[in-house]
């Protein structure tokens, strides 16, 4: 019954907001104040829901989630997480470093403020983030801190699970947010990488001034280059979305055949584990195509798609939660959230409320920024014709054929040879001792017998880094690298963990067919 009074209440409800269902916007959009800020409050809703829907599967499911696999919801399951393992919503304060610089140095805050605060800041981080903390922590700043040269993670999932409060603060405003996305998502990203967010920010931006699911997902990737990988994924999925618009198995099944591999991710090669941006994006849109507006079918299908499977329907339920508005979220997802709404996340002193009053006072001051206006009960949004970013790709050239597991100290190991044109070591110490928190390990890497570049690898702390060295753009052919642990010391080891090779283009398969 809860389902049948929504589809009714829906359409009058978008009316009387301001949303439109034709497949275009109008160049002004004008709602009330308070409509306003129950979309934002949708927004930061629909994350919060989502990723707490999605967490018990988080990266267990290389395949889809059986439809028949009961997914838990109840009054208490938010509180549980916010008590027993915050760092679930990661999603969320990363978020909120954003926004809270926005808030305290204004919207022309400088990049270093944003990778200061994310680099500085207590909370564990992985895959792009925890490279890019490393990277800055020793000097490299953005936009090099992103770059696939210094990150090999660089077109992982993580900018697009971070970068909802550039849509949010930009309601109806699609480049607008997608300017905001730009230095601050090359602290951790680039090209694929950094798309996952432009995508997932221009969404958010849309999700305000239209309620029409399949014209934002076409019209948001209008600010993708044609030329990338990222959107020739998305056209694809939006295009057997049409073909196939009764089961969304078909979609995901087509979307990995042809875009379900991982190029730079050390841990994502020739595993069943893909934390790229590419494949996890169409894990959203998948979810709100095939949602078709309905709030549990949306996030139920982008959590069963599997991989990131808590951040993937913490962005298809935030966009939705935008459309839909606070008001608009059936209670029976949204009660667990009155439990938490002024308790801050773990890592923060900002709670869901006042995450979203500050999204609301940035709003605010973006709106006028665009050209629109704001009076005491209203606002009226100039909103734009979305427009492509600059074109990027990480790893041209570069190909990840063989991966080699190693094991030792750089002494034991030795001479590595490999044919091909670049290669990444992977590394951790043994044991992880904290009596010696301030070492760093300081090894020179020679390359054909001449030092290619010396790096300082912290054995302890939120400094440290899951790669020892990333070395690229050598010519095609064999190549010798050694490891020359320069301050080695009895107390911990260096381990080199993997070698991941990369040649011109993927390796052949020579089987014999018989």
Same mark, same amino acid.
């Given at each position: 019954?809860?389902?049948?009074? %929504? ?12 949303? !439109? ?9 004008? /709602? ?39 997914? +838990?919801?109840?009054? +208490? ?16 304060? /990363? ?59 660089? @077109? ?12 949010? /603060?930009? #309601? ?15 602290? /951790? ?33 209008? $600010? ?49 584990? %893909?934390? =790229? ?20 079918? !949306? ?10 499977? =808590? ?49 609301? %006072? ?20 100039? !909103? ?33 040879? *490999? ?9 951790? *110490? ?7 928190? +301030? ?38 052919? $064999? ?7 320069? %301050? ?15 040649? @011109?283009?993927?390796? #052949? ?6």
């Amino acid at each position: 019954m809860r389902r049948t009074l %929504n589809s009714l209440l829906l359409p009058l409800l978008l009316l009387a907001v301001g949303c !439109t269902r034709t497949a275009s916007v109008p160049k002004e959009v004008t /709602m009330e104040k308070d409509v306003l800020m129950d979309k934002i409050r949708g927004a930061w809703a629909g994350q919060v829901i989502g990723c707490t829907y999605g967490g018990p599967t988080e990266f267990k499911y290389a395949n889809f989630i059986s439809d028949e696999q009961v997914l +838990d919801w109840n009054d +208490d399951i938010i509180k549980w997480w916010y008590d027993h393992s915050p760092g679930l919503y990661d999603d969320i304060y /990363m978020d909120l470093t954003f926004v809270e610089v926005f808030e305290r140095e204004g919207l022309e805050a400088p990049v270093e403020s944003f990778a200061k605060a994310f680099a500085h800041a207590e909370y564990p981080l992985w895959h792009a983030n925890l490279q890019a903390r490393y990277n800055i922590l020793q000097g490299i700043m953005p936009p090099q801190s992103g770059h696939w040269h210094n990150n090999v993670h660089s @077109d992982d999932i993580d900018f697009q699970i971070e970068a909802d409060y550039a849509g949010i /603060m930009a #309601p109806g405003m699609v480049n607008s947010a997608t300017g905001y996305t730009d230095e601050i998502g090359h602290i /951790m990203n680039y090209g694929d990488g950094w798309y996952g967010g432009v995508y997932v920010a221009a969404m958010y931006a849309l999700a305000f001034v239209s309620d029409d699911i399949p014209f934002i997902v076409k019209e948001a990737l209008k $600010t993708i280059p044609p030329q990338s990988r990222y959107y020739r994924c998305m056209a694809d999925v939006i295009r057997w979305w049409e073909q196939y618009p009764e089961d969304w198995h078909i979609t995901w099944a087509l979307a990995n055949e042809y875009y379900g591999y991982d190029i730079g991710c050390s841990g994502g090669f020739n595993a069943a584990f %893909n934390i =790229d941006a590419v494949i996890n994006s169409a894990y959203i849109i998948i979810g709100l195509l095939y949602g078709n507006g309905n709030f549990y079918r !949306t996030i139920d299908i982008s959590t069963r798609c599997g991989q990131d499977s =808590d951040c993937n329907p913490a962005s298809a339920g935030g966009i939705l939660g935008t459309i839909l508005g606070y008001s608009g979220i059936p209670e029976y997802w949204k009660a667990p959230l009155y439990k938490v709404e002024d308790v801050p996340f773990k890592y923060t002193d900002i709670s869901f409320n006042r995450a979203c009053q500050m999204s609301y %006072n940035q709003a605010l001051q973006v709106i006028r920024l665009g050209g629109g206006s704001v009076d005491d009960s209203s606002v009226t949004i100039k !909103t734009q014709e979305p427009e492509a970013v600059r074109l990027e790709q990480g790893f041209e050239g570069h190909w990840p054929i063989a991966k080699q597991g190693i094991g030792k100290t750089p002494s034991q190991m030795g001479e590595f040879t *490999f044919e091909g044109k670049g290669v990444v070591f992977t590394c951790r *110490f043994a044991p992880d001792r904290k009596e010696i928190p +301030d070492y760093q390990a300081q090894v020179d890497v020679l390359v054909d017998g001449k030092l290619y570049k010396s790096v300082r690898l912290p054995a302890y702390g939120n400094g440290k880094s899951t790669e020892l060295c990333c070395i690229w753009d050598l010519p095609q052919g $064999t190549h010798r690298v050694s490891l020359n642990w320069t %301050n080695e010391t009895k107390e911990i080891d260096l381990i080199v963990g993997s070698a991941i090779v990369f040649a @011109d283009k993927p390796a #052949p398969v020579t089987h014999i067919d018989q």
